[in-house]
């Protein structure tokens, strides 16, 4: 049967390519505009990672300037506030609203402002049925879950259905909102188990759901469908897919204990394609290369810049590859500032002579404390060695890191980095998710940006440069 996303796709490109001049596009991307009542004094837009950051005046405005791509649905936030913006190269849009009732004060004028006020009212359809939040549908019981769900897709098309009517339309992105409409239902299916057992505690296989009718429908996806790459439902049931491969293959291979080669063989196993290969090898190795550094990719990257045919994803692993460079092993580590417990200056400096192990924490984060019992148990094995263990908190006060330090009796080198995400020590090191572990030399060089926690195997690393200065 022909694929109705592509016929679909081939019919609107032909049209709207003979009604376009085509000349060379300025790449460049202006978004604009006047937000008040905003908590914060910035405002950042990500797609596929941070793409642009700017300062917000005391009335409100900004600007954000950037190299574009093709049309592609982004992400402007500031503190709490949230808007999806549609852009392509060459846009320039402005846009107004009141942060305290964005959804009846927003407004857009520009390129494409058709695109982003219907993405806009989109999300608006969560509120309208009740919901806060999406994931607020996965704590429903199964009737009401499907209830629900029904009730969002349905009013959602409905809107969507009046916005086709509408002149002048980006083609692109009608295929790219049929195929929401095609696959974010199924994808809902697919998590809600995975939710439900976070939720109620129970073990995820006992929730009752039809996985089989799911899995059924899972397992009829097209994988070919390059255009919709940029469609983050669908490319979420690939790698589910992806996923369920590599536990099957981890499974059936006793002899095979990297879980990164085993999708590396589900990857090439199931897409054949050789661009939506690319894009999901290419979202592997950033994946791994944002968390833990290039070492830890090595021959994934090295493969991949040569087999691959997709410039753009090679440029951008290569731009993420050297921002790393600062980090590398031998680097000297900025002298950063923390303030202690009681609440005077310490620095990095103050611990030269030893290895220095960090582990960089918040007391809301659950793998956080988790590794603490390891952690206490590491420094009690390690306590008449040269090894500092330094933990850093990034809470955004003080006040419930204290807390939980005192309340665990915490001792030790306890330090606290001031702003939190934009601190010093999380902004150098490419900090993006915790808990993060450091270890630097004797001397106050970097021996690993990112090392292993407490809980695996950061033993090794330990006892090997121990081993350099105590022999």
């Known amino acids: 049967m022909r694929n109705p996303i592509n016929f679909v796709l081939i ?4 049209m709207y390519g003979c009604s376009q001049k085509q000349a060379p596009q300025d790449p460049t991307v202006i978004v604009s505009g006047k937000i008040i009542n905003l908590e914060s004094e910035e405002v950042t837009l990500f797609h596929d990672g941070e793409i642009a950051n700017g300062k917000i005046d005391g009335e409100g405005n900004f600007k954000l300037k950037f190299e574009g791509d093709e049309g592609l649905v982004y992400s402007l936030f500031s503190g709490r506030t949230r808007f999806e913006l549609y852009l392509s190269q060459g846009d320039s849009i402005f846009i107004t609203a009141d942060a305290k009732n964005t959804s009846s004060t927003f407004e857009v004028q520009g390129d494409h402002e058709k695109e982003t006020r219907y993405l806009v009212r989109k999300r608006q359809t969560e509120t309208e049925i009740g919901l806060k939040y999406p994931v607020e549908l996965m704590e429903k019981s199964k009737e009401g879950y499907f209830k629900l769900k029904e009730s969002l897709f349905t009013l959602s098309k409905v809107k969507f259905e009046e916005f086709k009517k509408q002149d002048n339309i980006d083609p692109m992105f009608v295929i790219k909102e049929e195929a ?32 089989e009718e799911v899995n059924a429908k899972l397992a009829t996806i097209p994988l070919d469908q390059k255009q919709l790459l940029n469609v983050g439902c669908y490319t979420q049931l690939i790698d ?9 293959i981890l499974k059936s291979d006793k002899t095979l204990t990297s879980e990164d080669k085993a999708r590396t063989l589900a990857i090439d196993s199931l ?15 950033k994946s791994n290369m944002e968390y833990r550094g290039p070492v830890y990719v090595k021959e994934a990257y090295e493969k991949f810049m040569k087999e ?8 951008k692993l290569k731009k993420l590859k050297d921002k790393w460079e600062p980090l590398g ?9 923390f303030t202690n417990m009681e609440g005077q200056d310490v620095k990095l400096s103050d611990l030269k002579g030893s290895l220095v192990y960090i582990d960089i924490w918040a007391t809301w984060c659950g793998p956080c404390i988790d590794e603490h019992p390891h952690w206490d148990e590491l420094k009690l094995e390690y306590a008449d060695k040269r090894v500092a263990f330094l933990t850093v908190s990034i809470d955004e006060t003080r006040e419930p890191w204290e807390k939980m330090v005192k309340a665990k009796k915490m001792d030790g080198y306890q ?17 993006n998710s915790i808990p993060r572990f450091i270890l630097l030399d004797e001397a106050g060089k970097i021996i690993d940006p990112s090392a292993g926690r407490p809980s695996g195997m950061i033993r090794e690393s330990l006892d090997k440069y121990l081993a350099k200065i105590e022999g």
């Open 11 to 14: 019919v609107l490109i032909l």
């Open 180 to 211: 929401y409409f095609t696959y974010s239902p199924l994808l809902y299916d697919v998590l809600y188990p995975v939710y439900q057992a976070s939720f109620t505690g129970m073990a995820k296989d006992s929730i009752d759901f039809p996985m």
């Open 240 to 248: 589910t897919r992806i996923s369920n491969l590599t536990s099957e």
């Open 271 to 285: 897409l054949k394609d050789k661009s939506v290969n690319d894009h999901f090898v290419y979202t592997s190795i």
């Open 308 to 315: 691959n045919e997709s410039p753009k994803y090679a440029e």
């Open 329 to 337: 092993p031998g680097k000297d580590a900025p002298d950063f500032t």
């Open 415 to 431: 330090w606290f980095a001031e702003n939190a995400w934009k601190s010093d020590l999380t902004l150098h090191f490419m900090v």
